[in-house]
């Protein structure tokens, strides 16, 4: 199967729209797919992604998106960097606490997005922005 991108480097989004968002999505899809990442994992680094490019644009103001094949030597898997100028994370204890949510909607928030990938880091400084890089392996 030809993917139409080159898995060999990052490819990167912008995250500046709704059509964004869902690019992002089909992005994700599309190298979980090419590393032969299970259907269930598939889904659900496609669904963390959904989330967290979402905060990007809703509480960042937009922002940007790499997504890219990583290998530890005995599994590969996708890694993708979420970076925005926004605010930052005031609060981010809180932000992580299971059921947090400043939108009022039914969002997973960043712990349900942390419950889905099997690595999840995220760096944010009030005034500065939020970067947060998540990781879903092979099983």
């Known amino acids: ?10 490819q990167a989004q912008a995250i500046r729209s709704d059509e ?9 899809r599309t190298v979980a797919v090419a590393v032969k990442l299970s259907l269930v994992d598939q889904t659900k680094l496609v669904t963390a992604a959904s989330e967290l490019a979402r ?6 103001g937009g922002g940007n998106v790499e997504v890219m094949t990583a290998d530890n030597g005995v599994r590969r898997g996708v890694r ?11 609060d981010l204890d809180l932000a992580l606490t299971d059921g947090y949510t400043t ?3 039914l969002g997973l928030g960043l712990s349900g997005a942390r419950r889905l990938v099997d690595e999840f880091d995220i760096e944010t400084a009030v005034g500065k922005g939020t970067r947060i890089t998540v990781t879903k392996w092979s099983r």
């Open 80 to 90: 993708i960097v979420f970076a925005d100028s926004g605010p930052g994370i005031a």
């Open 55 to 60: 905060n990007t644009l809703v509480y960042g």
């Open 103 to 105: 939108g009022g909607g």
């Open 1 to 10: 199967m030809t993917t139409g991108i080159d898995l060999g480097r990052p």
């Open 20 to 28: 964004d968002v869902v690019r992002v999505r089909q992005l994700v």
